[in-house]
């Protein structure tokens, strides 16, 4: 039988400044990078018009720039797309066309006939695969979407870890999956990713999961903090995350495996959100255990429960006095499970 | 045992719906006739999982009402009035399912699943609308024509057999009449032998055995698998030239149901309108307290009005087709005297909604609305193929490595989790053609994704039920205290998951809504599959060995 991390032993919390000063470096310089140069915003948040074309030979994007140039598209971005004869262009939204509807549209015209004058005749020398145009009220209101879609996800999820939880633990995870987001965000920053609505979706899709996995060590945390009523918070931190951690490890290599395949696999359209989604299941389980479990350690410190555990959590475990049998309640988080039938 | 039986017939009971829905059925396609360019019915058979146009190529269009052209005093009303004009044209689109779609208040959404030609498919919809009132054929005229008709298409339909879909449709005419002409006709294909024993035949001809006498003068009914057919023979030159003289035919827009059969209108009417849209400035339905009647008012300009008193006085007891865009919509009704400036339709009996239609068909054609395209996404039919290809390539390989990590850790229990994990799949790919939703590219990679995270439900029971042994429980023991102590967290992460795929199917647009739905429908599939189906396996393993001492797991 093959064992991965079985009865692990690690001291998580100890090792969390690392952590803090680890994602810091992440989170920092990716988010300067944010300030100054913004998010490579797709299209569809823009509006502007996009042409993926297959050409018969592979002419490389400076032939196609010039083609462009000849017909007076100027400010248009030209890259090779998956394979040496496939490329997109992009023209973007300037501010003085943003008012004119309907501008987009010509100008998928115009990139056509441009191509046609300098490469020979459509199907024989080139190929439109696929046109976007997105006039700019589209892009607006895409915008204003998928701000409202983040915002919700997060307020719904805040009261379903109300519900489910005490508000110490659902701080701690909401704060985590934050955390999760900056990273994300510093991610697609360094790597220049598109930010399509689809990419949107693989941060919403990330929230789902980091909460998930940071819900599934809290849910350790609670029970462990009924089962053993002498240790102190630090210690039943480390023990749910090194009980949990064979999980942890498990999944995250079967969800990788589906997101590296699909990364290696799945084509250049889906590469975005494939990559994103990778590193979305990376830095959940980073979060899950090294941001989201300190929090709740500082939480339960800076605003003790009931039966006041987190409050001796930063001292050595060694030097805890006896404590009094706890009330029969205990914790506000640790109410009892519904025993479902399976 | 009982409730091993009872699961496993549960089990089979869910993959019996599953399976059935996923079972290949006929699906009548309109696709455009290559050799002939009209539209004509074909029936392939295919999985009813509904691909979205990011899969199958198409073009996904959102128009808006022009401001640029004059302004809009009421965008709801006229988008209204625009999806009526873009329904009426469908026909003209070339691809199956034309999903034509009013999104919030004053958007039009167009998508056509497989058309290639965008220009073509953008100037049918942005062409203005085009209304005219028209007297049918009184004096029947075209009835009188059609012995001629068939006279020549029987000529002709044997001299042009084995040339193209029209000539085939002809024979296969002559085939459902007698079994005579059923098997000469392909043998003989130019004898002139042939020709004339088909016109001894003297049975109903081909064109006029396609056409039943309606209500109204000029109306007839044509049973709806025979309209392809008699599209094409109305098209053929040599039947052109035999029309009456001033009477042209145009199909109806609606579909009747008579003694379980449908039927789509034909109407002879005169060739020239007594009046046009341009004259017309508004019509409203309303329903009379009175009479309990549904009605259209409408109004027509000064000038209108006196070219409409004069037609309809010329034509009192006549009956009108409304036409709009080359399709008459409604039944004709009876001019009952002469009419001015204002009219009024009365619809009798029927439903006040067919009044709003009716005059949304008249707005339609008195205030067109010029649209503007204010989204356009074209995909190319090889780059859907080359996504669908890839998807299930990743799909493949992310599948097979997540059932090797189970297989070579959990063992046993790791091929219990992959042998729910095909049931998973199937159940999931069953739900999204049970409800009829679309799979689009993200959702694809939804699918895959949702593997992964499906067997997590797994890993946190079997690692639940390791940590049991340790302890030194006993194998049922464990398995039973495995199960119960995973269920909350497998419920608490699959609700969070579910929640923000929920919302992100609200606010997103049509490929990420397809990746949402997907996840959902996975996440619903994997608590079913993890939780239930792998316990059964247990409940039947543990059954089988009652005295088992260790756990593959």
Redesign the interface.
Known sequence: MIRLFANANYDFIKWRRWAYGLTAAIIIPGFALFLVRGLNYSIEFTGGTLIQVQTAEPVGPERIRGALDAAGIRDAEIQQFGAVNEYVIRARLGRADAAVEGSTETTAAAVDSALARSLGPAPEHYKILRTEAVGPKVGRELQGKAFLAILFSFIVTLVYLAVRFEWRFGLAAVLATFHDILTTIAFIRYLDLEVSLVVVGAVLTMVGYSLNDTIIIFDRVRENLRKFRRQNLYEILNLSINETLPRSVLTHGTTMATTIALVLLAGEVLRPFALVMTFAIFTGTFSSIYIAAPLLMYIEKRWPGEDARGARALRPAGSVPLTPPPSPGGGGGSEVRSKAAV | MRTIRSRLLAIGAMLALAVWQLIPTNVTQRVRDATTGRMKDTTIRRVPINLGL?LQGGIHL?L?V?P?KGPVPDCADAIQRAEKVVRTRIDEFGTSEPVVQIQGRCRLIVELAGEKD?ARAKSIIQRTAFLEFRITDMKNLFRDALPGIDKALERAGVRASGQGAPAASVTQLFGTDTGKAKGKAPKTPKGKAAAKDTTDLNAPGPLSSLLFQGQVPGEYLVPEEQVPVAESLLARPDVQRLMPRGIALEWGTEVLSRAGRSYRTLYAVEDKPIITGEYLQDAKATREQLTNQSVVNFWLSRRGGRIFERETGRHVSDYMAIILDGRVQGQPPIIKSQIGQRGLIELGAKPLQDAQDLALVLKAGALPAPL?????????P??GQ??IR??I???I???A??VL??V??Y?LSGVLSVAALALYVVFTLAGLAGFGFTLT??G??GL??S???A??AN??IF?RI??EL?HGKLVRTAV?EG???A???I???????????F??Y????G??QG??IT?IIGIAASMITA??VV?TFYMIWLDRRPDMATLS?
Do not use: K, W
């Open positions: 990011d959102a808006e022009d640029s965008p503007t395209i204010i989204e356009e996404r074209t995909i190319g090889s780059l080359d996504s890839d998807g390539r990743a799909g390989v992310g599948v490595l997540v990590i189970m070579t850790y063992r590219l993200p694809l990679a895959v994704l593997v992964g995270i067997v997590d890993v946190l690692e390791r940590e340790q039973d199960f119960l102590h269920m909350s967290a419920v608490d992460s699959n609700v969070s998951t579910a929640l923000t795929a919302i992100l609200l606010v997103g647009t490929p990420v990746f949402a996840l939780i239930f316990r797991v």
